[in-house]
């Protein structure tokens, strides 16, 4: 009889103990609120269902808390339902257009536009049917009354309204006299055919004046990838459709053309990778510490490139522009390693320093023209080559010339398209850090493919959700080693006045940026560059 008592207490001891190390991490979890059992499928608007995983006990020094628990989330429903892409081709040339455009939907039915694709704005906005003040663009004007998916932003206390005080409005000013200015709207935005990604609900700016340089441009408006709640980028990360990355690939001198991948994508082998600071800069900075030529280092200070806006890499811009000492060093030692005759540039406006004899077979450049790396934070190095910083001399043949130039006074070191030229850039917003990848972008395309899908199709992958990028062939030029609305009031404006040397006196500004408060008050933000001169 005792001993079937202590049979029995010494039973509930062990169902007591069991009980407890079950509770544990549900109390442990509980009192940091990370449960995974709190993520319900309506936790984030329009994210996949959450899926339901068992609890385990994680230490209180867990590193998981490093992180914003809505990253965290967006994480778990990865691994069972993966996000879609939005895949998309790169059409125009760099320096004939002075940009690259790509093709997007908007409405019900369809409505199609040819966007400029730029990483400095971030409104998205196309010419509105009522618009009294806008040029002859590319494709007809945005008709809002023939989309049945149309809504106007109503007016509220976030935004600029109209007279009538009906909708909210944006406008964006630019130095050089340029601006835009509409009503916000929302509809239903498709990516085209070669995208897995299904039409997303998004605010768009429906313009309604334009003038200067957007009056005149042949492509119909903006497609804005910057950090800002008016962005599509960050429109469809909030809905949980992509992940926090995008990754643009411009094709190389010869050949225009490319891809745009808006979500994240499998990272290619040795992607060279630079860090990106949000605080330190709401555009998307990179911590460039020097730059050799030949393998010599300039005789700078890594300061140098971190005066005012820091280092920023911008789509919208077409060339580069370094701080006064950056580029006399840069350019004096371009020079000093070039052996070829130097002649006048094609505009007699500018003082272009170009050079003559080097032929027009862009895969012979590298003999005539040294190889330039540029250093970032980490130690890690990108290489340039020859069409990194040169452009075709449009009058002479077998001529070219620096595409990098002064930044008048300013401290802000500004990159152009014509850095990323046959490089994939991945802006992976989610890690803050931009990689970059040696590849021809014009081959890029064609090597992506659907399952699938007939051989003319572009863009292909193993599933409907996931891609693998192969090697494409490399570009000529790269050596074979290489692998692979009323009007609001401004509250701050920043400008930026890239310039380029005139014929005399004082140097003649090539283009500027004026960076100015959103029309939704979040933050500043960099609003569409233009240009002073669109072709070469």
């Not at 004007?141 to 149309?150: E, G």
């Not at 994508?265 to 990179?286: E, G, H, K, Q």
Request: proline residues 7%; contains cysteine.
């Amino acid at each position: 009889m005792e001993a079937s008592k202590e049979i029995e207490k010494m039973a509930f001891a062990v169902s007591l103990l069991l009980a407890s190390l079950f509770l544990l991490p549900v109390a442990a979890e509980a009192a940091y609120g990370e449960s995974e059992s709190q993520i319900s499928p309506g936790s984030i608007a329009g994210t996949p269902a959450a899926m339901v995983l068992p609890l385990f006990f994680s230490p209180l020094n867990t590193t998981r808390r490093s992180f914003p628990i809505h990253s965290h989330r967006r994480e778990l429903q990865g691994k069972s339902s993966p996000l879609a892409n939005a895949r998309m081709r790169l059409y125009d040339d760099l320096l004939t257009n002075g940009y690259y455009t790509t093709r997007l939907m908007i409405g019900t039915p369809p409505q199609e536009f040819a966007l400029i694709v730029d990483t400095g704005s971030t409104v998205t906005y196309v010419p509105c049917s009522s618009c009294e003040q806008c040029g002859n663009h590319q494709d007809p004007r945005f008709q809002p009354d023939m989309s049945s998916t149309y809504e106007p932003v109503r007016c509220n206390t976030a935004c600029t309204c109209d007279v009538g005080d009906k909708q909210c409005t944006y406008e964006r000013q630019y130095a050089e006299m340029s601006s835009s200015s509409g009503l916000l709207g929302e509809d239903l935005v498709s990516f085209g055919i070669e995208s897995d990604l299904e039409p997303q609900r998004a605010v768009f700016g429906c313009e309604t004046s334009e003038t200067g340089d957007l009056f005149n441009q042949h492509a119909d408006g903006i497609m804005g990838l910057g950090r800002g709640q008016l962005s599509i980028m960050d429109q469809l990360v909030q809905k949980g459709v992509i992940s926090d990355s995008f990754s643009l690939c411009y094709g190389g001198m010869d050949i225009g053309g490319g891809a745009i991948v808006l979500g994240g994508i499998p990272l290619p082998p040795d992607v060279v990778f630079a860090r990106s600071d949000p605080i330190r800069s709401p555009y998307y900075n990179i911590e460039l510490k020097g730059m050799l030529i030949s393998g010599k280092k300039l005789d700078l200070s890594p300061n140098v490139f971190d005066g005012k806006h820091g280092t920023v890499l911008d789509s919208g811009t077409t060339f580069a522009y370094l701080p006064k000492e950056a580029f006399i060093a840069f350019r004096d030692s371009i020079k000093d390693k070039i052996l070829l005759k130097q002649i006048p540039g094609p505009d007699p406006n500018y003082r272009d320093i170009c050079f003559f004899g080097a032929g027009s077979d862009v895969s012979q450049l590298s003999k005539f023209f040294p190889e330039v790396d540029m250093l970032f934070g980490d130690g890690q190095k990108l290489k340039l080559y020859p069409e990194n910083y040169l452009f075709r001399h449009s009058k002479v043949h077998g001529a070219y010339c620096l595409g990098v130039f002064q930044n008048g006074n300013d401290l802000t070191t500004l990159l152009g398209g014509i850095i990323a030229r046959n490089t994939l850039v991945i802006y992976d917003r989610r890690n803050e850090r931009i990689g970059f990848w040696k590849t021809n972008c014009s081959e890029l395309w064609k090597r992506l493919q659907f399952n699938g899908a007939p051989s003319p199709a572009p863009l292909a992958f193993e599933n409907s959700h996931t891609f693998e990028i192969s090697s494409p062939t490399l570009s000529p030029s790269q050596p074979q080693n290489y692998s692979l609305p009323v009007r609001k009031l401004i509250k701050e404006r920043h400008v930026v006045t890239p310039v380029r040397e005139g014929p005399a006196g004082p140097a003649q500004p090539s283009r500027s940026t004026i960076w100015e408060e959103s029309s939704l008050r979040v933050g500043l933000v960099k609003p569409i560059i233009t240009y002073a001169r669109r072709a070469i």
